[in-house]
DNA sequence: CAGTGTGAAGCACTTCACAGCC
DNA sequence: GGCTGTGAAGTGCTTCACACTG
């Protein structure tokens, strides 16, 4: 952050969020009022309570499922274990593949994902599968118990309501570019 | 799509897409209204006009900025291509990855960026670079005349406002799992 | 009569503005 | 004096509902 500050106020985090100060502190008044008046946010305060509402305190178990370029590029992203997510499983259906390594772990087949998750129960499953395996995949990790899930695959999931999804759509975002590009001055 | 329907009406791809069928209808009018009442929407027409409205008739030329993990991930993912997405040049800024291979394309120096974008202009520039280079990178984008960055760097970019922007942060999306996770019942 | 196109109502999120506290 | 916390006003998006048309 800063170099030091032992506080900050609204406006600071608000000018790197590109957004407001009003915008910041409706935010954090959400989760009660740990501001003072006059001085701002404590910055060890806020960032611990943060960590505690984002759930960002303890370490989440991921699971990939697909070993393509996606999956393998994800499980080989060390990004992820210095937020705390630890990657404890790789999966994919193509004979191929299984039991190669990435990373250190090892490919594993699909049909082991129920019994796996009995005992190395994890919390967050990526699934990197082909849009034409999505669904069925999904299918599989709610059936496995997980209740968190982040999706490659350019398809709509249809899972439980008590299951969370996120899509990421990278083809998607560049189409989004497409049309700025498009609708701007004409090139 | 669905098995060769000449026509759809709003509500199916609403379905498809999670949302409702006037949602949809509001959508379409606001580039003008190209449905018949009573039948729906010519498919083959519908597609070709929302391709021209996202850009999508054209190829656009594509650069990566950065060769690690992330960056050499997208050279060889070949979704984008299928959606006419060129990848024409990957770069890098390391000795070590210079001149190496990737996909077919060899890495080039960063420095070749501005020269480079004279003869062969790309419309979009991947930026995958570690946060702290983003910035930098971005300055650089925007000087060889490109105007649509997407960034996998968690860092606000600041560009001047006719470049689009896109930011991917997976890290991110993984803690809104967290935060959804830890926000339901207690484990 | 099925299904679009679109004003109007409803809703949620954002910004304003200011009282209250440090 | 500075800055939070928060009702109130404002803004844009979403849903409703229905006249209209092929």
Redesign the pocket.
């Known amino acids: 952050m800063e170099r030091g500050h032992a506080t900050i ?3 600071e985090p608000a000018a790197r969020g590109g ?5 910041v ?2 935010d ?2 959400f989760f009660g ?9 404590s910055v060890p305060e806020l960032s611990s309570r943060l960590r505690k509402i984002l759930g960002l305190e303890r370490e989440w178990r991921v699971i990939i499922i697909g070993a393509g370029k996606i999956g393998a590029a994800l499980a080989q992203y060390h990004g992820f274990i210095e937020r705390g997510f630890r990657i404890t499983a790789i999966y994919d259906n193509d004979p191929q593949k299984i039991g190669r390594e990435v990373d250190g772990l090892t490919i594993r087949p699909i049909e082991c994902l129920p019994t796996d998750a009995e005992s190395a129960e994890a919390e967050i499953a990526v699934i990197a599968v082909p849009a034409n395996a999505a669904q069925a995949t999904a299918d599989l990790v709610v059936e496995a118990g997980i209740q968190a899930i982040m999706s490659f695959a350019p398809r709509r999931l249809t899972v439980p309501e008590d299951v969370a999804v996120k899509m990421v759509n990278m083809a998607m975002e560049l189409e989004g570019l497409s049309f700025a590009l498009t609708n701007r001055q004409p090139a």
């Open positions: 106020s609204s406006d957004t407001t100060s009003a915008q502190r409706k954090l008044s009022s740990f501001g003072k008046r006059g001085l701002g946010y």
